[in-house]
């Protein structure tokens, strides 16, 4: 007898399921971490808003990010300006009515909740690079554009000022033209005058960001003041060993005192709980999502989406890799949240809504022969 198809109401789309695997174990585990770096070290106990409120933010980003793996991610190409247009409304908006603190001015409030705009402001220039060069060939006139289109995000985040943003805004530009097939000549220029006029950006570089780079290159100044944070971190994440002091633990030993062990630090801090090989396996979960991100780009049905996909793994790689290295002290310090991982309710939104598209753009990849045939059995 021959077997009947299955009602399927919504076929489900063939998505990468190594890329679900890796969210699925990320975002528990950041909502954990936030819960754990909320623990009040000297008396054990905990504030249970933040965890909450990550969590909300959690199952907010999930939501979004199935929505985004189920549409089509080739609607967003005739919008990309429209997007682009609302992200640089929003930096603007920032500078004009934003809320500030510590000596910064990210945030909007909406209705009660702070939202930061510089984290959709690297949804609008994936999306905006990715539509613009998928039409054009990269010449020197089209390249010219794509810089502008970064130049200009980049300069209202610096306004604000956040350095970590606009490090992975230039990331976002810099592996977007790679894929769009920039010849590393032109790329070896053009980073050569940018590094020609790097001294030219402290002109305007606030005391504190000064007070940074100083601390990378003297370690040992002022220990109990600017350079207390790494040097705590430091401290936690050579005394967590191999498997760490244990979760709920980290605080109590040597970070409960850092500030930003839940955000900026939080690599640290999940080292001195769960150790090198809690490190290591975090490290494992980013890698998974930034080589399946990549391997979404090359099965792209279009240059759309294979653009796209370079762009929002750019996402991740970049800011993964700057705060687990300002975390080892290989970078100098800058506000940048650790993906998936870090508290902030608009970072984990985005990472998740930049997941979803790449799932999109997986699972539109051209079948194989073994999924046609698996298509043709159940047909």
């Not at 609008?124 to 810089?147: I, K």
């Not at 240059?303 to 970078?331: D, E, Y």
Request: charged share 10%; with cysteine.
């Amino acid at each position: 007898m021959m077997r009947q198809a299955l009602p399927l109401p919504i076929p489900l789309p063939r998505s990468d399921r190594w890329l679900w695997l890796a969210v699925a174990v990320l975002v528990p585990l950041g909502v954990l971490m936030v819960y754990s770096a909320s623990l009040d070290g000297a008396h054990g106990s905990a504030s249970s808003a933040e965890a909450l409120r990550q969590g909300a933010y959690a199952v907010l980003g999930l939501a979004a990010m199935l929505v985004a793996a189920r549409v089509d991610y080739r609607l967003l190409a005739p919008f990309a300006a429209v997007v682009y247009g609302f992200g640089l409304l929003l930096l603007a908006a920032v500078l004009v009515i934003g809320v500030s603190e510590h000596g910064a001015q990210r945030w909007l409030g909406v209705a009660g909740i702070t939202v930061q705009p510089s984290e959709f402001a690297k949804l609008a220039l994936a999306v905006a690079l990715a539509a613009y060069a998928s039409h054009r060939q990269p010449r020197p006139a089209a390249l010219a554009v794509s810089l502008a289109l970064t130049a200009v995000p980049m300069a209202l985040v610096a306004l604000q000022p956040d350095l970590g943003t606009v490090i992975v805004l230039a990331g976002i530009w810099l592996l977007c033209t790679v894929a769009w097939g920039v010849s590393w000549r032109t790329l070896g220029a053009i980073t050569a005058v940018l590094v020609a006029l790097v001294p030219l950006l402290f002109i305007g570089v606030p005391a504190y960001q000064r007070e940074r780079l100083a601390v990378f290159l003297d370690p040992n100044r002022d220990p109990l003041g600017s350079g207390f944070n790494l040097r705590q971190v430091e401290v936690a994440l050579g005394t967590g060993g191999v498997t760490g002091h244990g979760l709920f633990s980290g605080a109590e030993s040597h970070l409960d005192a850092v500030s930003a062990r839940s955000s900026d630090f939080m690599f640290g801090f999940l080292g001195a709980e769960l150790g090198l090989l809690g490190g290591l396996l975090l490290i494992a979960l980013l890698a998974t999502v930034v080589t399946r991100g990549f391997a979404a780009s090359t099965r792209a049905p279009d240059t759309f989406g294979r653009l796209l996909a370079v762009s929002l793994t750019a996402t991740v790689l970049v800011q993964g890799v700057v705060n687990i290295a300002v975390n080892l002290r290989l970078l100098p310090t800058t506000g940048i949240p650790l993906p998936f991982i870090s508290q902030g309710g608009s970072a984990l939104v985005v990472m998740l809504v930049a997941v979803g598209l790449l799932q999109s753009i997986a699972a539109r990849r051209p079948a194989s022969s073994e999924e046609q045939w698996r298509a043709e059995r159940w047909r």
